[in-house]
Protein backbone atom coordinates (compact mmCIF):
# COMPACT_ATOMS: atom_id res chain seq x y z
CA UNK A 1 0.00 0.00 0.00
CA UNK A 2 0.99 3.67 -0.72
CA UNK A 3 -2.13 5.28 0.71
CA UNK A 4 -0.40 8.47 1.35
CA UNK A 5 2.35 8.21 -1.08
CA UNK A 6 -0.60 7.33 -4.00
CA UNK A 7 -2.05 10.77 -4.23
CA UNK A 8 2.17 12.17 -4.93
CA UNK A 9 3.22 9.39 -7.30
CA UNK A 10 1.26 6.58 -8.22
CA UNK A 11 -0.65 9.21 -9.70
CA UNK A 12 1.12 10.68 -12.16
CA UNK A 13 -0.17 8.87 -15.10
CA UNK A 14 -2.80 10.58 -16.87
CA UNK A 15 -5.89 7.98 -15.42
CA UNK A 16 -4.14 8.11 -12.35
CA UNK A 17 -1.92 5.14 -12.67
CA UNK A 18 0.28 3.79 -10.23
CA UNK A 19 3.37 5.31 -11.31
CA UNK A 20 5.40 1.60 -12.09
CA UNK A 21 2.44 1.87 -14.47
CA UNK A 22 4.38 4.07 -17.40
CA UNK A 23 5.51 2.95 -21.14
CA UNK A 24 9.46 2.56 -21.35
CA UNK A 25 10.81 5.28 -23.02
CA UNK A 26 12.75 5.59 -26.27
CA UNK A 27 15.91 3.28 -26.45
CA UNK A 28 18.78 5.52 -26.28
CA UNK A 29 21.10 6.41 -29.83
CA UNK A 30 23.84 3.85 -29.73
CA UNK A 31 27.80 5.38 -28.76
CA UNK A 32 30.86 4.46 -29.09
CA UNK A 33 32.66 2.23 -26.51
CA UNK A 34 35.16 4.59 -26.15
CA UNK A 35 32.50 7.88 -25.74
CA UNK A 36 30.25 5.27 -23.45
CA UNK A 37 33.16 5.03 -20.79
CA UNK A 38 34.16 8.75 -21.09
CA UNK A 39 30.60 9.56 -20.60
CA UNK A 40 30.70 7.13 -17.67
CA UNK A 41 33.94 7.83 -15.96
CA UNK A 42 32.07 11.92 -15.93
CA UNK A 43 29.38 10.66 -14.53
CA UNK A 44 30.67 9.24 -11.62
CA UNK A 45 33.33 11.69 -10.91
CA UNK A 46 30.50 14.27 -10.57
CA UNK A 47 28.42 11.99 -8.70
CA UNK A 48 30.92 11.38 -6.01
CA UNK A 49 31.89 14.97 -6.08
CA UNK A 50 27.63 16.14 -5.62
CA UNK A 51 27.57 13.42 -3.06
CA UNK A 52 30.43 14.73 -0.63
CA UNK A 53 28.95 18.30 -0.47
CA UNK A 54 24.95 16.89 -0.21
CA UNK A 55 26.88 14.27 2.30
CA UNK A 56 27.79 17.05 4.76
CA UNK A 57 24.72 19.38 3.89
CA UNK A 58 22.73 16.01 5.27
CA UNK A 59 24.68 15.43 8.13
CA UNK A 60 24.26 19.46 9.18
CA UNK A 61 20.70 18.40 7.96
CA UNK A 62 20.12 15.70 10.65
CA UNK A 63 21.65 17.51 13.29
CA UNK A 64 19.10 20.56 12.73
CA UNK A 65 16.16 17.58 12.63
CA UNK A 66 16.92 16.43 16.28
CA UNK A 67 15.28 19.30 17.92
CA UNK A 68 11.81 19.01 15.52
CA UNK A 69 12.14 14.93 15.99
CA UNK A 70 12.88 15.45 19.97
CA UNK A 71 9.08 17.66 19.87
CA UNK A 72 7.16 15.09 18.43
CA UNK A 73 8.65 13.06 21.11
CA UNK A 74 11.35 10.74 19.64
CA UNK A 75 13.54 10.23 22.04
CA UNK A 76 17.33 11.20 21.93
CA UNK A 77 18.12 6.99 22.58
CA UNK A 78 15.97 6.27 19.39
CA UNK A 79 17.33 8.69 17.16
CA UNK A 80 20.93 8.05 18.05
CA UNK A 81 20.42 3.80 17.52
CA UNK A 82 17.79 4.66 14.13
CA UNK A 83 19.98 7.50 12.46
CA UNK A 84 23.42 6.31 13.63
CA UNK A 85 25.33 5.13 10.19
CA UNK A 86 22.79 6.94 7.95
CA UNK A 87 23.90 8.83 4.26
CA UNK A 88 22.79 10.54 2.11
CA UNK A 89 21.33 8.54 -0.79
CA UNK A 90 21.62 10.09 -4.22
CA UNK A 91 19.94 7.20 -6.17
CA UNK A 92 17.11 7.95 -3.92
CA UNK A 93 17.04 11.46 -5.39
CA UNK A 94 17.12 10.18 -8.70
CA UNK A 95 14.32 7.93 -8.61
CA UNK A 96 12.37 10.65 -7.12
CA UNK A 97 12.89 13.06 -9.92
CA UNK A 98 13.00 10.26 -12.47
CA UNK A 99 9.15 10.50 -13.77
CA UNK A 100 8.35 9.32 -17.05
CA UNK A 101 6.93 11.50 -19.17
CA UNK A 102 5.02 8.59 -20.89
CA UNK A 103 2.38 5.98 -19.07
CA UNK A 104 0.22 3.04 -20.00
CA UNK A 105 -3.20 3.14 -21.22
CA UNK A 106 -5.74 1.29 -18.22
CA UNK A 107 -6.24 -1.20 -20.44
CA UNK A 108 -2.46 -1.99 -20.65
CA UNK A 109 -1.84 -1.62 -16.97
CA UNK A 110 -4.47 -4.16 -15.94
CA UNK A 111 -3.30 -6.39 -18.35
CA UNK A 112 -0.37 -6.91 -16.17
CA UNK A 113 -1.80 -6.15 -12.74
CA UNK A 114 -4.47 -8.80 -13.71
CA UNK A 115 -2.33 -11.30 -15.07
CA UNK A 116 -3.34 -14.92 -15.78
CA UNK A 117 0.00 -15.79 -13.22
CA UNK A 118 -1.23 -13.14 -10.26
CA UNK A 119 -4.36 -14.52 -10.42
CA UNK A 120 -3.10 -18.06 -9.93
CA UNK A 121 -0.33 -17.37 -7.75
CA UNK A 122 -3.37 -15.26 -5.42
CA UNK A 123 -5.25 -18.68 -5.58
CA UNK A 124 -2.40 -20.27 -4.54
CA UNK A 125 -1.70 -17.79 -1.71
CA UNK A 126 -5.65 -17.97 -0.52
CA UNK A 127 -5.07 -21.69 0.28
CA UNK A 128 -1.63 -21.23 2.05
CA UNK A 129 -3.00 -17.98 4.40
CA UNK A 130 -6.68 -20.26 4.22
CA UNK A 131 -6.88 -19.99 8.31
CA UNK A 132 -5.18 -16.61 8.77
CA UNK A 133 -7.23 -14.87 5.93
CA UNK A 134 -10.87 -16.81 7.41
CA UNK A 135 -9.98 -15.15 10.95
CA UNK A 136 -9.01 -12.02 9.44
CA UNK A 137 -12.33 -11.72 7.64
CA UNK A 138 -14.04 -12.55 10.38
CA UNK A 139 -12.75 -9.49 12.40
CA UNK A 140 -12.91 -7.65 10.49
CA UNK A 141 -15.39 -7.64 8.03
CA UNK A 142 -13.06 -7.72 4.68
CA UNK A 143 -13.58 -10.06 2.07
CA UNK A 144 -10.54 -12.05 1.69
CA UNK A 145 -9.90 -12.13 -1.90
CA UNK A 146 -9.54 -8.16 -1.65
CA UNK A 147 -7.08 -8.46 1.05
CA UNK A 148 -4.79 -10.76 -1.21
CA UNK A 149 -5.66 -8.83 -4.32
CA UNK A 150 -3.86 -5.63 -2.61
CA UNK A 151 -1.03 -8.13 -1.36
CA UNK A 152 -0.88 -9.11 -5.06
CA UNK A 153 -0.73 -5.87 -6.61
CA UNK A 154 1.85 -4.09 -3.71
CA UNK A 155 4.09 -6.64 -3.49
CA UNK A 156 3.55 -9.88 -5.55
CA UNK A 157 2.36 -12.00 -2.78
CA UNK A 158 5.21 -10.81 -0.48
CA UNK A 159 8.43 -11.31 -3.08
CA UNK A 160 8.80 -7.69 -4.05
CA UNK A 161 8.70 -5.97 -0.63
CA UNK A 162 11.46 -3.78 -1.40
CA UNK A 163 15.19 -3.92 0.41
CA UNK A 164 15.59 0.01 0.68
CA UNK A 165 16.37 1.17 4.07
CA UNK A 166 13.49 3.27 4.71
CA UNK A 167 14.93 5.57 7.70
CA UNK A 168 17.68 6.66 5.22
CA UNK A 169 15.59 6.89 2.43
CA UNK A 170 12.82 9.24 3.92
CA UNK A 171 16.00 10.96 5.72
CA UNK A 172 17.55 11.47 2.39
CA UNK A 173 14.14 13.06 0.68
CA UNK A 174 12.88 14.71 3.78
CA UNK A 175 16.36 16.38 3.01
CA UNK A 176 16.68 16.42 -0.63
CA UNK A 177 13.45 15.50 -2.03
CA UNK A 178 10.75 17.68 -4.29
CA UNK A 179 8.51 16.90 -1.16
CA UNK A 180 10.62 17.80 2.21
CA UNK A 181 7.92 18.56 4.39
CA UNK A 182 6.01 15.23 3.43
CA UNK A 183 8.63 13.15 3.64
CA UNK A 184 10.03 14.24 7.32
CA UNK A 185 6.56 13.46 8.64
CA UNK A 186 7.25 10.30 7.45
CA UNK A 187 10.56 10.32 8.69
CA UNK A 188 9.06 11.06 12.84
CA UNK A 189 6.53 8.32 12.07
CA UNK A 190 9.27 5.65 11.18
CA UNK A 191 10.95 6.56 14.54
CA UNK A 192 8.01 6.30 16.18
CA UNK A 193 7.51 3.15 14.88
CA UNK A 194 11.36 2.21 15.66
CA UNK A 195 10.19 3.18 19.50
CA UNK A 196 7.53 1.52 19.92
CA UNK A 197 9.50 -1.55 19.18
CA UNK A 198 8.12 -2.98 16.35
CA UNK A 199 10.90 -3.16 13.89
CA UNK A 200 14.80 -2.41 14.67
CA UNK A 201 16.11 0.48 12.66
CA UNK A 202 17.52 -1.29 10.00
CA UNK A 203 14.91 -4.27 9.99
CA UNK A 204 12.57 -1.42 8.54
CA UNK A 205 12.81 -2.37 4.86
CA UNK A 206 10.95 -1.09 2.21
CA UNK A 207 10.46 1.00 -1.27
CA UNK A 208 13.37 4.02 -2.01
CA UNK A 209 9.85 6.15 -0.87
CA UNK A 210 9.66 4.60 1.90
CA UNK A 211 6.94 1.85 1.75
CA UNK A 212 6.86 -0.50 4.09
CA UNK A 213 6.45 -5.10 3.90
CA UNK A 214 3.82 -7.09 2.20
CA UNK A 215 1.11 -4.46 2.11
CA UNK A 216 3.59 -1.41 1.44
CA UNK A 217 2.14 1.11 3.93
CA UNK A 218 3.70 4.55 4.53
CA UNK A 219 4.86 4.52 8.40
CA UNK A 220 1.96 7.34 9.21
CA UNK A 221 -0.54 4.82 7.90
CA UNK A 222 1.45 2.24 9.58
CA UNK A 223 0.97 4.17 13.04
CA UNK A 224 -3.35 4.82 11.71
CA UNK A 225 -4.19 1.51 10.83
CA UNK A 226 -1.36 -1.96 11.68
CA UNK A 227 -2.30 -4.10 14.03
CA UNK A 228 -0.63 -7.01 15.79
CA UNK A 229 -2.91 -9.39 14.59
CA UNK A 230 -0.72 -12.70 14.79
CA UNK A 231 -0.06 -11.93 19.31
CA UNK A 232 3.50 -11.76 19.39
CA UNK A 233 3.47 -7.96 20.66
CA UNK A 234 4.62 -6.61 17.23
CA UNK A 235 2.80 -5.00 14.20
CA UNK A 236 5.47 -7.15 12.22
CA UNK A 237 4.40 -6.32 8.35
CA UNK A 238 8.19 -6.94 7.51
CA UNK A 239 8.79 -10.32 8.02
CA UNK A 240 8.21 -13.90 5.64
CA UNK A 241 5.02 -13.98 7.90
CA UNK A 242 2.61 -12.16 6.28
CA UNK A 243 -0.40 -12.18 9.07
CA UNK A 244 -0.09 -9.02 10.55
CA UNK A 245 0.45 -7.15 7.10
CA UNK A 246 -2.52 -8.53 5.87
CA UNK A 247 -4.85 -8.32 8.94
CA UNK A 248 -3.41 -4.74 8.58
CA UNK A 249 -4.84 -4.07 5.52
CA UNK A 250 -8.25 -5.18 6.21
CA UNK A 251 -8.29 -3.00 9.34
CA UNK A 252 -7.16 -0.09 6.67
CA UNK A 253 -10.09 -0.96 4.55
CA UNK A 254 -12.53 -1.22 7.38
CA UNK A 255 -11.43 1.99 8.55
CA UNK A 256 -12.12 3.07 5.22
CA UNK A 257 -15.84 2.06 5.00
CA UNK A 258 -15.84 -1.52 3.78
CA UNK A 259 -18.68 -2.98 3.35
CA UNK A 260 -18.71 -6.93 4.21
CA UNK A 261 -20.33 -8.47 1.13
CA UNK A 262 -21.30 -5.64 -0.95
CA UNK A 263 -19.50 -5.76 -4.37
CA UNK A 264 -16.68 -3.09 -5.37
CA UNK A 265 -18.04 -2.63 -8.92
CA UNK A 266 -19.68 -4.19 -11.82
CA UNK A 267 -19.26 -4.12 -15.24
CA UNK A 268 -22.69 -2.94 -17.06
CA UNK A 269 -24.42 -1.83 -20.17
CA UNK A 270 -25.68 1.34 -20.74
CA UNK A 271 -28.79 2.30 -22.97
CA UNK A 272 -28.69 3.59 -26.58
CA UNK A 273 -28.86 7.72 -25.42
CA UNK A 274 -27.10 7.36 -22.35
CA UNK A 275 -26.46 10.86 -21.27
CA UNK A 276 -22.72 10.28 -20.65
CA UNK A 277 -22.61 13.81 -18.77
CA UNK A 278 -24.13 11.76 -16.22
CA UNK A 279 -21.02 9.58 -15.48
CA UNK A 280 -18.10 10.92 -13.70
CA UNK A 281 -17.46 10.76 -9.62
CA UNK A 282 -19.42 12.84 -7.47
CA UNK A 283 -22.10 11.95 -9.81
CA UNK A 284 -23.68 9.09 -7.73
CA UNK A 285 -27.48 8.27 -7.92
CA UNK A 286 -29.31 5.27 -6.14
CA UNK A 287 -28.96 1.94 -8.35
CA UNK A 288 -32.96 2.14 -8.60
CA UNK A 289 -32.50 5.31 -10.12
CA UNK A 290 -29.88 3.95 -12.78
CA UNK A 291 -31.88 1.09 -13.29
CA UNK A 292 -34.48 3.43 -14.41
CA UNK A 293 -32.35 4.83 -16.66
CA UNK A 294 -31.76 1.63 -18.30
CA UNK A 295 -28.00 0.45 -16.94
CA UNK A 296 -28.39 -3.50 -16.89
CA UNK A 297 -25.53 -5.98 -15.36
CA UNK A 298 -24.11 -7.62 -18.86
CA UNK A 299 -26.34 -10.63 -18.77
CA UNK A 300 -28.98 -7.71 -19.46
CA UNK A 301 -30.50 -7.78 -15.51
CA UNK A 302 -31.27 -5.02 -13.44
CA UNK A 303 -28.88 -4.26 -10.74
CA UNK A 304 -29.75 -5.49 -7.49
CA UNK A 305 -30.20 -2.18 -5.07
CA UNK A 306 -27.32 -1.79 -2.31
CA UNK A 307 -27.39 1.86 -2.49
CA UNK A 308 -25.75 4.60 -4.46
CA UNK A 309 -23.20 4.31 -7.25
CA UNK A 310 -21.36 5.98 -10.16
CA UNK A 311 -21.01 5.28 -13.53
CA UNK A 312 -17.36 5.35 -14.54
CA UNK A 313 -15.68 5.45 -18.10
CA UNK A 314 -12.34 4.83 -17.53
CA UNK A 315 -11.69 4.53 -21.50
CA UNK A 316 -14.81 6.72 -22.62
CA UNK A 317 -17.93 5.46 -24.60
CA UNK A 318 -15.90 3.53 -26.32
CA UNK A 319 -14.63 1.31 -23.60
CA UNK A 320 -16.35 -0.46 -20.74
CA UNK A 321 -18.71 1.21 -18.21
CA UNK A 322 -18.69 0.40 -14.54
CA UNK A 323 -21.22 0.84 -11.99
CA UNK A 324 -19.19 1.86 -8.90
CA UNK A 325 -20.46 0.96 -5.57
CA UNK A 326 -19.00 2.31 -1.95
CA UNK A 327 -16.12 -0.41 -1.68
CA UNK A 328 -14.66 1.32 -4.15
CA UNK A 329 -13.68 4.36 -2.58
CA UNK A 330 -12.89 2.01 0.19
CA UNK A 331 -9.59 0.80 -2.11
CA UNK A 332 -9.45 4.07 -3.79
CA UNK A 333 -8.88 5.04 0.19
CA UNK A 334 -6.29 2.85 -0.02
CA UNK A 335 -4.38 4.01 -3.53
CA UNK A 336 -6.21 7.01 -4.96
CA UNK A 337 -6.18 5.92 -8.52
CA UNK A 338 -9.15 4.22 -10.56
CA UNK A 339 -6.37 2.05 -12.36
CA UNK A 340 -5.36 0.74 -8.74
CA UNK A 341 -8.69 0.25 -7.89
CA UNK A 342 -10.48 -1.19 -10.37
CA UNK A 343 -7.36 -3.30 -10.54
CA UNK A 344 -8.12 -4.50 -6.71
CA UNK A 345 -11.61 -5.37 -7.31
CA UNK A 346 -11.38 -7.16 -10.60
CA UNK A 347 -8.26 -9.41 -9.40
CA UNK A 348 -10.46 -10.12 -6.58
CA UNK A 349 -13.25 -11.44 -8.69
CA UNK A 350 -11.12 -13.04 -10.55
CA UNK A 351 -9.66 -14.95 -7.50
CA UNK A 352 -12.93 -15.81 -6.51
CA UNK A 353 -13.17 -17.71 -10.13
CA UNK A 354 -15.82 -15.19 -11.79
CA UNK A 355 -14.95 -14.20 -15.36
CA UNK A 356 -13.13 -11.45 -17.05
CA UNK A 357 -14.71 -8.39 -18.40
CA UNK A 358 -16.59 -8.49 -21.51
CA UNK A 359 -16.58 -5.15 -23.31
CA UNK A 360 -13.39 -4.35 -25.33
CA UNK A 361 -11.14 -2.04 -24.82
CA UNK A 362 -9.88 1.16 -27.40
CA UNK A 363 -6.70 -0.67 -27.65
CA UNK A 364 -5.58 1.43 -30.86
CA UNK A 365 -5.57 4.69 -28.56
CA UNK A 366 -1.93 5.42 -27.54
CA UNK A 367 -1.25 7.11 -23.81
CA UNK A 368 -0.71 10.80 -24.04
CA UNK A 369 2.81 12.26 -22.85
CA UNK A 370 2.65 14.51 -19.95
CA UNK A 371 3.39 17.11 -22.39
CA UNK A 372 0.67 16.95 -24.30
CA UNK A 373 -1.53 16.14 -20.95
CA UNK A 374 -0.08 19.72 -19.97
CA UNK A 375 -1.01 21.23 -23.68
CA UNK A 376 -4.70 19.60 -23.43
CA UNK A 377 -5.23 21.77 -20.31
CA UNK A 378 -3.63 24.94 -21.74
CA UNK A 379 -5.74 25.12 -24.72
CA UNK A 380 -8.51 23.92 -22.47
CA UNK A 381 -8.37 26.39 -20.00
CA UNK A 382 -7.80 29.01 -22.65
CA UNK A 383 -11.09 28.29 -24.52
CA UNK A 384 -13.06 28.98 -21.31
CA UNK A 385 -12.86 25.11 -19.99
CA UNK A 386 -10.99 25.87 -16.89
CA UNK A 387 -8.79 22.99 -15.60
CA UNK A 388 -7.34 24.93 -12.73
CA UNK A 389 -4.12 24.10 -13.55
CA UNK A 390 -1.83 22.42 -15.85
CA UNK A 391 -0.01 19.91 -13.92
CA UNK A 392 -0.18 16.65 -16.69
CA UNK A 393 -2.47 14.92 -15.11
CA UNK A 394 -5.69 13.79 -15.78
CA UNK A 395 -7.53 14.58 -12.54
CA UNK A 396 -11.42 15.08 -11.86
CA UNK A 397 -11.38 19.07 -12.78
CA UNK A 398 -9.68 18.37 -15.84
CA UNK A 399 -12.43 15.46 -16.98
CA UNK A 400 -15.11 18.00 -15.95
CA UNK A 401 -13.45 20.90 -18.01
CA UNK A 402 -13.19 18.06 -21.20
CA UNK A 403 -16.77 17.73 -20.55
CA UNK A 404 -17.78 21.32 -21.04
CA UNK A 405 -15.91 21.35 -24.24
CA UNK A 406 -17.57 17.80 -25.25
CA UNK A 407 -21.00 19.31 -25.00
CA UNK A 408 -20.36 22.33 -26.27
CA UNK A 409 -18.76 21.04 -29.23
CA UNK A 410 -21.41 18.61 -29.95
CA UNK A 411 -19.23 15.46 -28.99
CA UNK A 412 -20.06 12.75 -27.05
CA UNK A 413 -19.52 13.92 -22.94
CA UNK A 414 -17.48 11.07 -21.97
CA UNK A 415 -14.63 13.21 -20.78
CA UNK A 416 -11.92 11.34 -22.35
CA UNK A 417 -8.69 12.67 -22.53
CA UNK A 418 -7.55 11.21 -26.16
CA UNK A 419 -5.32 12.09 -28.57
CA UNK A 420 -8.10 12.86 -30.97
CA UNK A 421 -9.40 15.00 -28.43
CA UNK A 422 -5.97 16.40 -28.68
CA UNK A 423 -6.44 16.88 -32.26
CA UNK A 424 -9.92 18.71 -31.80
CA UNK A 425 -8.32 21.19 -29.61
CA UNK A 426 -5.70 21.66 -31.48
CA UNK A 427 -8.04 22.64 -34.88
Do not use: C
Not at 65 to 94: K, N, S
Not at 188 to 198: S, Y
Not at 285 to 308: C, E, I, T, Y
Amino acid sequence: MRPIFATLVLALAGLAMPAHSQNPLPRPPAVSQATAATRALNTETAAMTGSVVSEAGFQAWLADFRPRGRAAGIRDRTMDAALAGIHYDPVIIRLDSNQSEFSKQMWEYLDGAVSASRIQNGQAALVTYNDALARIERKYGVDKEVVVAIWGLESSYGANRGNSDVIQSLATLAYHGRRQAMFEEQLIAALKIVQAGDVAPRGMRGSWAGAMGHTQFMPTSYLAHAVDFAGDGKRDIWSNNPTDALASTAAYLKDAGWKKDKPWGIEVRLPRGFNYAMAGHGSERSVSDWNRLGVRDMAGQKVPNVGKAAILLPAGARGPAFMMFGNFEAIRAYNASDAYAIAVGHLSDRLKGQPGFVAGWPRGDRALASTEKMELQKRLTAMGFNTQGTDGKIGPKTVDAIRQYQVAAGMVPDGYASEALLIALRN
